[in-house]
């Protein structure tokens, strides 16, 4: 079964620094990955989806992901952080199509004037 | 309408109380989906619908949990004999595609259960 490990349950970042959300995953098979956002007092949004096309996928705001079969990752960056970034962040994976998005447990970004 | 829609944003219940939870997908998304979400955790799976029937509802945790969607629009989720562990964010779905990772999955603001 598959599975993602999300490291550090809160990352705290300086106003444009470097943003750097870990994430980890166990599948079997090919993995789908996708990364979401839970901004407060509103629902999941989809920041970028790696579906086995380009290993380095963009998002939205400025977000992007690399996927790295031999590690097993799908980190999760940004140049400079903005206040507005401030969140959590969850990691998803899929065994294409055949099983429900797992989640991990999240990342909460504090973004620090 | 415009995003998907929860209902009510917040429940409290007692203990052994029965409840309902209700999600109003996006207009034309035929996959409808249910996850929960406790203090400090992730989203966990607990059933999808492709239309009107259940593809898989691997995740609901036990015979007390169950969800219909009978016209293959709104989708109401059913808890039985409510217990303190229940408590939790239940967060709906919906996407166009069949597949549960194909597209790209429209969620809700959740309904937040408190069992007392």
């Known amino acids: 079964a598959q599975s993602v490990t999300q490291l550090g349950s809160h990352v705290s970042v300086s106003e444009g620094a470097l943003v750097l959300l870990r994430c980890n995953y166990s599948?079997?098979?090919?993995?789908?990955l996708f990364w979401y956002v839970q901004y407060p007092n509103q629902g999941l949004q989809l920041l970028l989806k790696y579906t086995s096309a380009a290993t380095l996928v963009k998002g939205i705001n400025g977000f992007e992901a690399e996927f790295k079969k031999s590690e097993t990752s799908f980190h999760l960056t940004k140049p400079s952080a903005h206040m507005s970034d401030a969140a959590e962040y969850f990691c998803?994976?899929?065994?294409?199509?055949?099983?429900?998005?797992?989640f991990g447990k999240g990342t909460r970004l504090s973004v620090i004037a | 309408g415009a995003g998907v829609s929860q209902t009510p944003s917040n429940k409290v219940t007692e203990k052994g109380k029965y409840v309902e939870l209700r999600c109003d997908p996006i207009s034309g998304h035929t996959a409808l989906y249910w996850y929960r979400q406790s203090l400090g955790q992730g989203p966990e799976f607990l059933i999808y619908?492709?239309?009107?029937?259940?593809?898989?509802d691997s995740g609901l945790p036990n015979d007390r949990f169950f969800a219909v969607r009978p016209e293959g629009s709104v989708s109401t989720l059913k808890i039985q004999r409510t217990e303190r562990g229940d408590s939790a964010v239940y967060l709906c779905?919906?996407?166009?595609?069949?597949?549960?990772?194909?597209?790209?999955?429209?969620f809700g603001e959740g309904s937040r259960l408190t069992v007392l």
């Open positions: 998803a994976v899929s065994e294409k199509g055949n099983t429900p998005l797992v």
């Open positions: 599948s079997s098979v090919p993995p789908y």
């Open positions: 779905a919906s996407s166009l595609m069949g597949g549960m990772n194909t597209g790209e999955l429209f």
């Open positions: 619908f492709q239309g009107t029937g259940a593809a898989d």
